[in-house]
């Protein structure tokens, strides 16, 4: 099974900061990797898909980058609807694995 | 619009089963899987497995192997998800997602989600 190893687990940021959350995977996936941004009580929503493109409605102060086994979700300047939880998920092979999640707090 | 619906909360016995729909509108069904994915109070997201609409096809989390059984019917555009066997640490949100064997459509769409509480 891929291993996806997400860190940091839990991150504290002020609004106007740049955020970088990193997904490792333990063997190679090609791009298959999605980001989803999950609110309390709430459904989780993709970001990106393809391990850079941006979903459709989804602000340009997202971006994904990255292939193989490293990859990146950057949030430009951060605003207050982003404190959330983040998750990575790996699709290239089965069993498909979920990093275990970015807690981002106010700081 | 595409949608996934899903049907209400349910209250289950340890032991006992659980049977979760997911009704797809706005695309074509067969020309998609669903995945389900759950998650325990607290906790993060867990892959449960994959069915491809269009064949029937599954692959299951090697954890529950055996006591989970994802169907689908073509004639209502409907997914379903059964769990046996239940217990107190199954208790969770589950959520069907569309998803895509080969590509990138993969977990655009998610149902609202179900709550399975397991308590006796």
């Known amino acids: 099974d891929i291993q996806m190893t997400q860190s940091p687990s839990a991150m504290s940021a002020s609004v106007g900061d740049r955020v970088t959350i990193t997904c490792r995977a333990s063997?190679?996936?090609?791009?298959?990797l999605a980001w989803f941004q999950q609110k309390p009580g709430k459904v989780p929503k993709r970001l990106i898909y393809?391990?850079?493109s941006l979903q459709s409605g989804v602000p340009s102060r997202f971006s994904g980058s990255g292939s193989g086994t490293e990859f990146t979700l950057t949030i430009s300047s951060l605003q207050p609807e982003d404190f959330a939880t983040y998750y990575c998920?790996?699709?290239?092979?089965?069993?498909?694995?979920f990093g275990q999640g970015t807690k981002l707090e106010i700081k | 619009q595409v949608q996934l619906v899903q049907s209400g909360a349910e209250v289950k016995k340890p032991g006992a089963s659980v049977k979760v729909s997911c009704k797809a509108s706005?695309?074509?069904?067969?020309?998609?899987?669903i995945s389900w994915v759950r998650q325990a109070p607290g906790q993060g997201l867990e892959w449960m497995g994959w069915?491809?609409?269009?064949?029937?096809?599954?692959n299951y989390a090697q954890k529950l192997q055996g006591r989970v059984t994802m169907t689908t019917d073509t004639s209502t555009s409907t997914a379903y998800m059964e769990l046996r066997s239940l217990r107190s640490d199954d208790t969770a949100v589950y959520y069907c997602?569309?998803?895509?064997?080969?590509?990138?459509?993969?977990?655009?769409?998610w149902g609202q989600g179900t709550m399975v509480t397991v308590s006796s």
């Open positions: 997602a569309r998803d895509i064997r080969y590509g990138y459509d993969a977990f655009d769409i």
């Open positions: 706005g695309y074509t069904f067969t020309s998609y899987g």
């Open positions: 069915i491809s609409a269009y064949n029937g096809n599954t």
């Open positions: 063997q190679g996936i090609s791009n298959y």
């Open positions: 393809a391990a850079s």
């Open positions: 998920l790996q699709h290239n092979s089965y069993p498909n694995t």
